[in-house]
């Protein structure tokens, strides 16, 4: 992610010009058009998860969802280059999306991508980037464990009126 606003708008307005002229660059099935969707993916997905938009951010999370359920099918599957070059656009994606679930909006999009990873296959398959995707997950069952009340705070049994006291016998 570009932190340069100018860089960023730059960087996507490349990548578009790519993916619209994509028949003239790569033939579909090839290898090089599976490099240059995982370098869309890197890119223009992991900014658009960015957004505040949420019509937007859910579409880029079911993107990345799709993405995950097929990773590891298609011609060029086995190929380690196109293999890096995913994973590392996921992981990339799966970080942006893991910084968002503290959005009430965008917690059942982050929910839905973070379920297809339960499936340790599909861990496997990001290769040098498995530690990482297994960190991302633990990071988020802590998340998730604390915000559903398992990891309390000291104030959370806290009773603020003597009604509330009267009604468990105070």
């Not at 590891?72 to 970080?95: F, I, N, R, Y």
């Amino acid at each position: 992610r570009a932190a340069d606003p100018a860089f960023r708008r730059d960087v996507f307005d490349l990548i578009r010009a790519v993916v619209k002229h994509k028949a003239a660059l790569a033939k579909d099935g090839t290898k090089e058009a599976a490099l240059l969707e995982s370098w869309r993916m890197a890119t223009v997905s992991t900014n658009t998860l960015l957004s505040d938009d949420t019509f937007e951010f859910a579409k880029a999370a079911k993107e990345v969802m799709i993405k995950l359920e097929n990773l590891g099918q298609g011609p060029h599957c086995g190929c380690d280059e196109v293999k890096e070059s995913t994973a590392s656009a996921l992981v990339s994606c799966l970080q942006v999306l893991q910084s968002r679930y503290m959005f009430s909006w965008a917690k059942s999009s982050v929910d839905m991508v973070y379920k297809v990873l339960q499936d340790p296959k599909k861990r496997a398959m990001f290769g040098k980037y498995q530690a990482k995707v297994e960190e991302l997950i633990n990071s988020m069952h802590k998340r998730k464990a604390h915000q559903t009340g398992q990891g309390k705070g000291i104030l959370d049994d806290y009773q603020t009126s003597g009604f509330q006291h009267g009604k468990k016998g105070w």
